[in-house]
Antibody, heavy 115, light 113 residues
Framework: DVQLVESGGGLVRPGGSLRLSCAAS????????MSWFRQAPGKGLEWVAN????????NYVNSVKGRFTLSRDNAKNSLYLQMNSLRVDDSAVYYC????????WGQGTLVTVSS | DVVMTQSPLSLPVTLGQPASISCRSS???????????LNWFHQRPGQSPRRLIY???NRDSGVPDRFSGSGSGTDFTLKISRVEAEDVGVYYC??????????FGQGTRLEIK
């Protein structure tokens, strides 16, 4: 079975940093685009970023460009999202998602940015 | 960016009755390969989204056949033939055709009358 398990969320002050991780299992991780989506409390779904199979291409939503960095380690079947200069409006549940068409989602990890 | 517009945003339905959600895109979602990439998701309270439909009309494995998707170009519809209690939650359309960014509709909240 496909499993995506996120970790690394928590409470952080505005301007702070967090690193989210996603451990993947049950499929050949190195052959899929991987993405992060997020959902602010009570709001809709938003795509954040995605990364090509070999890490050679990365795309970001405009609101996080220059602050978030996406990476992957295919040897460890892991996806990472380094989030710097966090803002209050980055507060959300962050989901690790397999492939661009978003077939499989993790359970999410909550990021709260607050003073 | 492609803007996805869903209607209605709130959908009260009686158990056993049909339901229909519309999704319109600001640009055609026909890709250069001739295929149309439009997906539907369902999110129950407190749960992760679950994909129901991909490429307009293809049901994912395990999705009941009471769910169906249709449409073309810029106009798409998700239909539930007979609503069951487990169908409550929020439904989203999503386009992974013209990206970045991948964009979603605002969501349609289905509730039981």
């Amino acid at each position: 079975d496909v499993q995506l398990v996120e970790s690394g969320g928590g409470l952080v002050r505005p301007g702070g940093s967090l690193r989210l991780s996603c451990a993947a299992s049950g499929f050949n991780f190195s052959t899929y685009w991987m993405s992060w989506f997020r959902q602010a409390p009570g709001k809709g779904l938003e795509w954040v970023a995605n990364i090509k199979q070999d890490g050679s291409e990365k795309n970001y939503v405009n609101s996080v460009k220059g602050r978030f960095t996406l990476s992957r380690d295919n040897a460890k079947n892991s996806l990472y999202l380094q989030m710097n200069s966090l803002r209050v409006d980055d507060s959300a549940v962050y989901y690790c998602v397999r492939e661009i068409a978003a077939r499989w989602w993790g359970q999410g990890t909550l990021v709260t940015v607050s003073s | 960016d492609v803007v996805m517009t869903q209607s209605p945003l709130s959908l009260p339905v009686t158990l056993g009755q049909p339901a229909s959600i519309s999704c319109r895109s600001s640009q055609s979602l026909v890709d250069s390969d001739g295929k149309t990439y439009l997906n539907w998701f369902h999110q129950r309270p407190g749960q992760s989204p679950r994909r129901l439909i991909y490429k307009v009309s293809n049901r994912d494995s395990g999705v009941p056949d009471r769910f169906s998707g249709s449409g073309s170009g810029t106009d798409f519809t998700l239909k539930i033939s007979r609503v069951e209690a487990e169908d409550v939650g929020v439904y989203y359309c999503m386009q992974p055709t013209l990206w970045p960014p991948i964009t979603f509709g605002q969501g349609t909240r289905l509730e039981i009358k």
